[in-house]
């Protein structure tokens, strides 16, 4: 079975500091990842997402994600954050012959100071 | 380009009611899904459609029927609203093809509430 895990529901930074929101995933065939955002009251967009090509994965708004295999995580990071990226992410997992069925981790809340 | 489009977008039920939620994607997608997102669990499955005339059970699909419809269309039905059904919706939809690593679009969220 798939599972995910996102540690820290909830993370703080100041603007112009590193973002680091982390994500543990188990699955026993080769997975698909993905990092979704969810500004408040509205859907999820996707960020990034890894499907078996390179393990660094650049995504939408200076995003950026890499698959690491031998630690089963698929952290996200930001080199410097914005007012603007407070919101909620989730790490996703699907696997091969799952018909796309995603697997969410719970969220974290990211928060930026002034 | 509307995409995924969800209706109502809020709604407050009373205990034992019933009610449909709408959705209905305009990318010719051949999977639709149905999830439900509570504090602190993330999103989880109810149903899902691999394709027109098929459906198939999620994670949490007790309380909940669904419907596709046509291509287009995929509904959600609660026959009998209970309070522990309060929740968020999001429905969602994948283009065609046998890759996992398609992405997966979601509708703007329908807002549940049932007292």
């Known amino acids: 079975a798939q599972s995910v895990t996102q540690l820290g529901s909830h993370v703080s930074v100041s603007e112009g500091a590193l973002v680091l929101l982390r994500c543990n995933y188990s699955s026993s065939v080769p997975p698909y990842l993905f990092w979704y955002v969810q500004y408040p009251n509205q859907g999820l967009q996707l960020l990034l997402k890894?499907?078996?090509?390179?393990?660094l994965v650049k995504g939408i708004n200076g995003f950026e994600a890499e698959f690491k295999k031998s630690e089963t995580s698929f952290h996200l990071t930001k080199p410097s954050a914005h007012m603007s990226d407070a919101a909620e992410y989730f790490c996703a997992v699907s696997g091969q012959n799952q018909g796309g069925k995603l697997i969410f981790g719970q969220g974290t809340e990211l928060s930026v100071k002034p | 380009n509307a995409g995924v489009t969800q209706t109502p977008k809020f709604q407050v039920l009373k205990t034992g009611q019933s009610m449909t939620l709408q959705c209905a994607q305009d990318m010719n997608h051949n999977s639709m899904y149905w999830y439900r997102q509570d504090p602190g669990m993330g999103l989880r499955l109810i149903y899902y459609s691999a394709s027109e005339g098929t459906t198939d059970k999620g994670e949490v699909p007790n309380g909940y029927n669904v419907s596709r419809l046509n291509k287009r269309e995929f509904s959600l039905r609660l026959e009998s609203a209970a309070p522990s059904q309060t929740s968020v919706y999001f429905c969602?939809?994948?283009?065609?093809?046998?890759?996992?690593?398609?992405?997966?679009?979601f509708g703007e969220g329908s807002w549940l509430t049932v007292v």
């Open positions: 890894y499907t078996s090509a390179a393990t």
């Open positions: 969602a939809s994948r283009p065609p093809g046998t890759v996992s690593g398609n992405t997966i679009y």
